[in-house]
């Protein structure tokens, strides 16, 4: 995986304006650009295109195999405008944008069309007791029979595969949640 082509999309690029939703300002040096876990995906995916997407207009920036766009990620017109543009679909999506639970569900809702068969899918930061953190089967509403399990401390991390289960085969191929307690190495 590490070496093939792939689209990998970042929705949350890591804006420095201050008082916005998930801005970086406070959290990160002055000195930081807006990216950087772009960044690392492109260097870790050595020939993958990495798209990243965000609301803020400081965010924006193209380098080495990186391109960025403006996308209200919970809006399904801003959504379907994008993908019209790019006239792709992904191997992988990580939501590491807006950390509120509603944000991140009509995100899912959204993207998740745009997923490639067998694809991955990732909610970063479910932050504890947020409707995904108490009630997990409410990702089930929305991916109806993919593979998906919960990870982290709290459950603070969904992973989806875009990969139909057979649901008379359930005893040979379940659906998991997983909750670890510990940090993963």
């Given at each position: 995986?590490?070496?093939d082509n792939?689209?990998i999309?970042?929705?949350?690029?890591?804006?420095?304006?201050?008082?916005?939703?998930s801005s970086?300002?406070?959290?990160?040096?002055?000195?930081?650009k807006?990216?950087a876990?772009?960044?690392?995906?492109?260097?870790y995916?050595k020939?993958?295109n990495?798209?990243?997407?965000?609301?803020?207009?400081?965010?924006?920036?193209?380098d080495?195999?990186?391109?960025?766009y403006?996308c209200?990620?919970?809006?399904?017109?801003?959504?379907?405008?994008?993908?019209k543009?790019?006239?792709?679909?992904?191997?992988?999506?990580?939501?590491?944008?807006y950390?509120?639970?509603?944000a991140?569900?009509?995100?899912?809702?959204?993207?998740?069309?745009?997923?490639?068969?067998?694809?991955?899918y990732?909610?970063?930061?479910?932050?504890?007791?947020?409707?995904i953190?108490?009630?997990?089967?409410?990702?089930?509403?929305?991916v109806?029979?993919?593979?998906?399990?919960?990870?982290?401390?709290?459950?603070?991390?969904?992973?989806?595969?875009?990969?139909?289960?057979?649901?008379?085969?359930?005893l040979?191929?379940?659906?998991?949640?997983?909750?670890?307690?510990?940090?993963?190495?």
């Amino acid at each position: 995986m590490k070496n093939d082509n792939l689209n990998i999309l970042e929705i949350g690029i890591g804006t420095m304006v201050p008082n916005v939703p998930s801005s970086m300002k406070g959290y990160m040096s002055d000195n930081y650009k807006p990216g950087a876990s772009l960044r690392a995906w492109r260097d870790y995916f050595k020939n993958s295109n990495i798209i990243g997407v965000d609301i803020q207009p400081d965010t924006i920036f193209t380098d080495e195999r990186i391109k960025t766009y403006i996308c209200d990620s919970t809006d399904k017109n801003s959504v379907e405008n994008l993908i019209k543009n790019l006239n792709i679909k992904f191997d992988i999506i990580i939501d590491d944008g807006y950390h509120h639970d509603i944000a991140q569900l009509n995100t899912l809702k959204n993207f998740l069309p745009h997923l490639k068969d067998g694809g991955l899918y990732i909610i970063e930061d479910i932050y504890h007791g947020s409707i995904i953190n108490s009630n997990p089967n409410i990702i089930k509403s929305v991916v109806d029979n993919y593979e998906y399990f919960f990870a982290g401390l709290k459950n603070n991390q969904c992973v989806i595969r875009k990969n139909k289960i057979n649901p008379f085969d359930l005893l040979n191929n379940p659906v998991v949640f997983v909750n670890k307690y510990r940090i993963m190495g």
